[in-house]
T-cell receptor, first 116, second 109 residues
Framework: GAVVSQHPSRVICKSGTSVKIECRSLDFQATTMFWYRQFPKQSLMLMATSNEGSKATYEQGVEKDKFLINHASLTLSTLTVTSAHPEDSSFYIC????????????FGQGTRLTVV | GQNIDQPTEMTATEGAIVQINCTYQTSGFNGLFWYQQHAGEAPTFLSYNVLDGLEEKGRFSSFLSRSKGYSYLLLKELQMKDSASYLCAVMDSNYQLIWGAGTKLIIKP
């Protein structure tokens, strides 16, 4: 299967600072990338969908000014958690899809964010 | 609304067989996925069904009935490493994945 690399795998930051998470498709061009968050013992919750070169579409209840998503190229999307607070501590996962009609999405390894 | 239902937790014995059910109601259907997720890790792809019937892949099989909005994941010859959460997800008419809450499978010796 295709490879999606997500970095960093773990990050601890102080409250009020910003954290950037990168998601790269290594061997295919990802026209669409998805960002999820997952709280302990819960399912994945879609935060936003980003298409290369256009603004991300955020799910209801997700603050676009707090979770900045950039999908500037076909192989890279970034999620920046701005002014992080302890309640933002979670497992963030990206996935990438090669095209709108493609059925399979490939997942990054996930990022464990802890805000102290 | 869109809804995916699967049991919260199941327990099975090493070497046995377990079936994890998933029922769904979604706006459109472009396939159903099963993913395995170990604690603290990202999900890994197990299977994809878009036509009715059974898809077998080694110890794992997945079944789909579109008319009933129903799928199951069958795990045979259970091993301790199969202890994980199993996520059912349906791709809707917009090619978005709708996720179930996951079934935590506990394997006992």
């Amino acid at each position: 299967g295709a490879v999606v690399s997500q970095h960093p795998s773990r990050v601890i930051c102080k409250s009020g600072t910003s954290v950037k998470i990168e998601c790269r498709s290594l061997d295919f061009q990802a026209t669409t990338m998805f960002w999820y968050r997952q709280f302990p013992k819960q399912s994945l919750m879609l935060m936003a969908t980003s298409n290369e070169g256009s603004k991300a579409t955020y799910e209801q209840g997700v603050e676009k000014d707090k979770f900045l998503i950039n999908h500037a190229s076909l192989t890279l999307s970034t999620l920046t958690v701005t002014s992080a607070h302890p309640e933002d501590s979670s497992f963030y996962i990206c996935s990438a899809r090669a095209g709108p009609g493609e059925t399979e999405a490939f997942f990054g390894q996930g990022t464990r964010l802890t805000v102290v | 609304g869109q809804n995916i239902d699967q049991p919260t937790e199941m327990t099975a014995t090493e070497g046995a067989i377990v079936q994890i059910n998933c029922t769904y109601q979604t706006s459109g259907f472009n396939g159903l996925f099963w993913y395995q997720q170990h604690a603290g890790e990202a999900p890994t792809f197990l299977s994809y069904n878009v036509l009715d019937g059974l898809e077998e892949k080694g110890r794992f099989s997945s079944f789909l009935s579109r008319s009933k909005g129903y799928s199951y994941l069958l795990l045979k010859e259970l091993q301790m490493k199969d202890s994980a959460s199993y996520l059912c997800a349906v791709m809707d008419s917009n090619y978005q994945l709708i996720w179930g809450a996951g079934t935590k499978l506990i394997i006992k010796p």
